[in-house]
């Protein structure tokens, strides 16, 4: 097993993450999970925000295989649900892949949001 450097606390340490956008910045466990304890100490002090546990975007095609497709060439993975929708997967983003015959007379757009409780979420929008 390779040992890393944390970035943050400078530990060696066998097991950590990086960022997306800098794959040499190397974080231990421990630290995110103080990094993302002091981010939500500051959402709590901003009014309380809900973390997002994720999202998944919903895009209308008109050809739905000639979409999934073009994901499968960009290094998504795929799979259908069925002749008419699809979703492109790339770690924890899922694109789902909607037909439509006419998705440029539509102005709609949807986006799944996840959240730990939905409830509450519901509860505190309602306010």
């Known amino acids: 097993m390779t040992e890393a450097s944390c970035s943050c606390c400078e530990n060696t340490?066998?097991?950590?993450v990086t960022l997306w956008s800098h794959k040499d910045i190397v974080i231990c466990y421990q630290c995110l999970d103080y990094l993302n304890s002091r981010r939500a100490k500051r959402i709590a002090i901003h009014g309380?925000?809900?973390?997002?546990?994720?999202?998944?975007?919903?895009f209308s095609v008109r050809d739905v295989e000639r979409a999934v497709d073009h994901y499968q060439r960009l290094g998504f993975t795929t799979?259908?649900?069925?002749?008419?929708y699809a979703f492109a997967r790339?770690?924890?983003?899922?694109i789902h892949l909607a037909h439509d015959d006419h998705p440029d007379g539509h102005m709609t757009s949807v986006?799944?949001?996840?959240?730990?409780?939905?409830?509450?979420?519901?509860a505190d929008w309602r306010k």
């Open 13 to 16: 340490v066998q097991d950590w």
């Open 90 to 94: 790339w770690g924890n983003l899922a």
């Open 111 to 122: 986006l799944y949001i996840h959240v730990d409780d939905a409830d509450d979420l519901a």
């Open 48 to 58: 309380g925000l809900k973390l997002l546990a994720g999202f998944d975007p919903v």
């Open 79 to 84: 799979e259908y649900h069925d002749e008419t």
